[in-house]
């Protein structure tokens, strides 16, 4: 018999609603952090880019370091994930697609400052101008999903 606090012995929707509440609380978190950093700031997010506000790139080193370590330690330290049965590994395949969408991604945040995480926290925060850059984000993903089915 499995122990009642183990999460994979849950009911299934009592582990989907506790999923759903840690997926919400790691959101909020980051969307947080990310006010915090002021990367919700499109201006801020500029000056990183020219390398004139070293603010944002120490917490984006810090951010990199930790989930290096995180997914170093993790699987080492735990027997299973707490939401799963085992690690997963993803690998990456770099092609044609990745590199267009990468260059796409990195002109659209350098002309305006803004990707897709601090879009949306800035929205909490009042932001409502970068409704702007998710319409720009949300019609480049429908184009992207329209071109793949062609």
């Excluded at 018999?1 to 506790?18: F, R």
């Amino acid at each position: 018999m499995t122990s009642p606090t183990s999460t994979l012995a849950a009911p299934p929707a009592a582990h989907a609603l506790a999923r759903a509440g840690v997926t919400l609380l790691a959101g909020a978190l980051f969307g947080f952090g990310l006010s915090l950093s002021t990367m919700i700031q499109p201006q801020v997010v500029l000056g990183f880019l020219r390398f004139s506000d070293w603010g944002l790139m120490l917490v984006m080193g810090g951010a990199v370091l930790v989930t290096l370590l995180a997914y170093q330690l993790a699987p080492r330290l735990m027997k299973r994930p707490v939401f799963d049965a085992h690690f997963h590994a993803h690998a990456s395949a770099w092609n044609r697609e990745t590199a267009w969408g990468a260059a796409l991604f990195g002109v659209g945040w350098g002309l305006c400052g803004v990707c897709p995480g601090p879009a949306i926290a800035g929205l909490g925060a009042g932001n409502l101008d970068l409704l702007w850059a998710l319409a720009g984000i949300a019609a480049g993903a429908l184009a992207q999903g329209w071109s793949r089915q062609h």
